[in-house]
């Protein structure tokens, strides 16, 4: 496509924004492996490549949009959690950040566990045949129906949220004569650096229960009061996409001084803690997520040095990455629809998704990034936002990105690191159908979650 033929935006020097897009990037076909999936590259005809197939056909034969998921680096990464925790040490995936039955086999297979958070998410992790016992059931307002199949199932643990809900479980357990293992969910006061919403260990908020006030100590006394639970650890969530290690340690450290408390109290030693999910991803090349042995190494120094410190038997660790495992696995495939250049502005870009398919910038401001993947292109940098089709000026999927200047309709662009809470969080906002998932794994792809149809949408609609 030549130059005049599409009339370039405004320059990058023109409207830079504040940030990672301060600046274009030096090769704007250039694939940071930091953003992008293992094995994705580009071949020698420009096209860019993942498990071996190229976007063009994956467009051609599933269309667009879609997520691609590339099952490889899924289990490279699932296997990465898991050698580096070891045999003394759990790694539950947060299955809110993306579930599907084909994700759960392979967590089956590369050993982990399952954390999951609703009635729904159990029935997928229990019909793709997650042993029960490998699964945690989490969630600040489970259904008496939720805590019944969990306990009827036989989950491996139930993560306590309330004082009512200590008497709810140890209630349901009671009445079908079991004993239910269960953790009580803690706030440590801990003020993670991410985004509000998605923080969740400083006291104001709805998770958990305070351990400021002694609220915590009580809930302990409470539950191993009641015959109906077995109380095995202490858990602890401090919020998402977080690279700085001090909160865990804070964390760690106050985590660890329950369980001291509980033991001068009670003669107990509990044996488990848990440390909850949380580790960030890198959605810009800014991004500089640490490793799983780093974060291992870390967490288990901190545990250990905490518990010898305060006289205790080291407990067994358990960890809930979700994000960390699954987000970097997928790009989001796009077609570009319309390309619009605003004069001294920037270049308004439309693809054939949006919020509906990818949330998080306008609910967090999230940061992504973009290239054009169909083709190569030596065109100068013009500065974009990438926007969706829906019905609404803040249906922005990339806020500020540098693209090639010839950028056309039919042009396909992706944007990487939508693994976790993209389809996960997808809506029908103007009954736009939700895409399909698409797993790549040496040379061949499936889908794993078909695309939604007009005929799904309609099949609700019974008015
Ligand atoms: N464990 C618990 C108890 C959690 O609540 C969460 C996430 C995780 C583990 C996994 O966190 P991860 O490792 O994936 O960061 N929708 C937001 C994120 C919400 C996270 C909710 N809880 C986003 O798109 O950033």
Not at 392 to 412: H, N, Q, Y
Request: charged fraction near 25%.
């Amino acid at each position: 496509m030549s130059r005049s033929a599409h009339p370039a935006g405004p320059r990058h020097a023109d409207v830079l924004p504040e940030g990672h897009y301060a600046a274009p990037p030096a090769d704007l076909n250039a694939l940071d492996p930091k953003v992008w999936a293992q094995t994705v590259d580009r071949n020698e005809d420009g096209v860019v490549t993942v498990g071996g197939i190229a976007v063009t056909r994956l467009a051609e034969e599933y269309g667009t949009p879609a997520y691609v998921l590339d099952e490889a680096d899924f289990r490279a990464r699932a296997r990465a959690w898991r050698t580096a925790f070891g045999a003394d040490a759990d790694v539950f995936y947060a299955g809110k950040a993306f579930l599907s039955r084909a994700v759960v086999r392979w967590l089956d297979e590369e050993g982990l566990n399952l954390d999951v958070c609703s009635g729904g998410e159990l029935a997928t992790a229990l019909s793709a045949g997650m042993p029960a016992e490998r699964i945690a059931f989490h969630g600040n307002n489970k259904s008496p129906q939720e805590i019944e199949r969990a306990v009827r199932a036989g989950v491996g643990r139930i993560v306590l949220d309330s004082f009512q809900e200590i008497v709810r479980v140890a209630h349901v357990a009671q009445s079908l004569g079991t004993r239910q293992r269960v953790q009580i969910r803690i706030t440590v006061g801990v003020e993670a650096h991410t985004h509000e919403f998605i923080a969740t260990a400083h006291e104001d908020q709805k998770f958990g229960i305070p351990l400021a006030g002694g609220q915590a100590a009580e809930a302990v006394r409470r539950a191993l009061r009641l015959d109906g639970l077995e109380l095995i650890g202490i858990h602890s969530h401090i919020g998402s996409q977080i690279f700085d290690m001090s909160g865990f340690e804070v964390a760690a450290h106050r985590v660890v001084g329950l369980l001291k408390d509980i033991r001068d109290e009670h003669g107990v030693e509990l044996p488990e803690i848990d440390l909850g999910g949380g580790l960030g991803i890198a959605y810009t090349s800014d991004d500089d997520p640490r490793e799983p042995h780093e974060i291992a190494k870390a967490l288990t120094e901190i545990v250990t040095r905490e518990c010898e410190s305060a006289r205790l038997r080291t407990p067994r660790i358990s960890v809930e990455p979700g994000r960390a495992i699954v987000g970097p696995t997928a790009f989001t495939l796009y077609e570009v629809g319309t390309v619009k250049p605003l004069e001294g502005l920037r270049t308004y870009v439309s693809v054939d998704g949006g919020m509906s398919d990818n949330i998080r910038t306008a609910l967090y401001d999230a940061e992504y990034s973009v290239a054009l993947v169909s083709r190569a292109s030596d065109a100068e940098p013009v500065l974009a936002r990438v926007v969706g089709k829906h019905c609404e000026s803040g249906d922005i999927v990339v806020r500020d990105a540098f693209l090639p200047a010839d950028l056309a309709p039919g042009d396909l662009i992706a944007v990487p690191a939508t693994g976790a809470y993209c389809r996960s969080m997808a809506s029908n906002y103007n009954h736009v159908l939700r895409p399909p998932v698409v797993a790549v794994r040496d040379g061949e792809a499936r889908v794993i979650v078909r695309r939604e149809t007009e005929e799904d949408l309609l099949r609700l609609d019974v008015g």
